[in-house]
């Protein structure tokens, strides 16, 4: 069982480019969860998802960030026009029920230059 | 409310000893707290987690005591060892209502064992 698998684990971009980052999570886990974690911070939540619905997004930025988990393939976070504010770890996390037994990918550190 | 405070933010503990995390909730509705250890440039992990009917939990060296009255837990790393040097995260959520899906993060302590 590989575990929740994030790529690319790091991604440059120049301001106003694309960002995206995928996840793939374990298998027999259905529902995704993402988080950003800003230096020196703990985790806040961003979006959860089950396959090719989004069930919470209340973490979300409003603008250019948006997150999908289609019915085939990995779950993809993705940030438009990306800023240096954007710059953080993005966590994708996997679990076989609702909030239980969260299983965390190692992350993917986004800089924006 | 939705905060999870957490102290202290860094901690030097020497090899044998207790290591002691506190963490603070507002949010009467949350009843799953865990905790997680993240080593540098790893995800969080999912070290031990308690649920409000027990005041503690033990697993190996790794106690959660848990105070309901005060709205607050505790993390005791026992017999502390360098290879428990990480970031410790406590949480909370509230897995009888619609918020299930979300933890809510403290800010992290930093434990560093020394010999």
């Known amino acids: 069982n590989a575990g929740v698998m994030q790529n690319p684990r790091h991604l440059v971009r120049r301001r106003g480019q694309e960002a995206r980052l995928r996840c793939s999570p374990m298998?027999?886990?259905?529902?995704v969860y993402w988080y950003r974690q800003l230096p020196e911070e703990g985790l806040k939540f961003m979006v959860y998802l089950q396959k090719e619905n989004i069930i919470d997004e209340s973490g979300m930025p409003k603008e250019r960030f948006s997150a999908e988990f289609p019915k085939e393939g990995p779950s993809i976070l993705r940030i438009q026009q990306v800023v240096r504010g954007d710059s953080a770890a993005y966590f994708c996390?996997?679990?076989?029920?609702?909030?239980?037994?969260?299983?965390f990918g190692s992350g993917t550190r986004l800089t924006v230059v | 409310q939705q905060q999870v405070k957490q102290s202290p933010q860094s901690l030097i503990v020497q090899k044998g000893g207790i290591s002691i995390i506190n963490c603070a909730y507002e949010?009467?509705?949350?009843?799953?707290f865990p905790w997680y250890q993240q080593f540098p440039g790893k995800g969080p992990a999912l070290l031990i987690a308690i649920r409000p009917d027990v005041s503690e939990k033990k697993e190996g060296r790794f106690t959660i005591s848990f105070n309901k009255s005060a709205k607050q837990f505790s993390l005791h790393i026992m017999d502390s060892q360098p290879g428990d040097s990480a970031t410790y995260f406590c949480?909370?959520?509230?897995?009888?209502?619609?918020?299930?899906?979300?933890?809510?993060f403290g800010t992290g302590t930093r434990l560093q064992v020394t010999l």
């Open positions: 949010n009467t509705a949350f009843d799953y």
């Open positions: 949480a909370a959520t509230a897995l009888n209502t619609g918020t299930a899906s979300k933890l809510t």
């Open positions: 996390a996997s679990s076989p029920g609702q909030g239980l037994g969260y299983t």
């Open positions: 298998k027999g886990h259905s529902h």
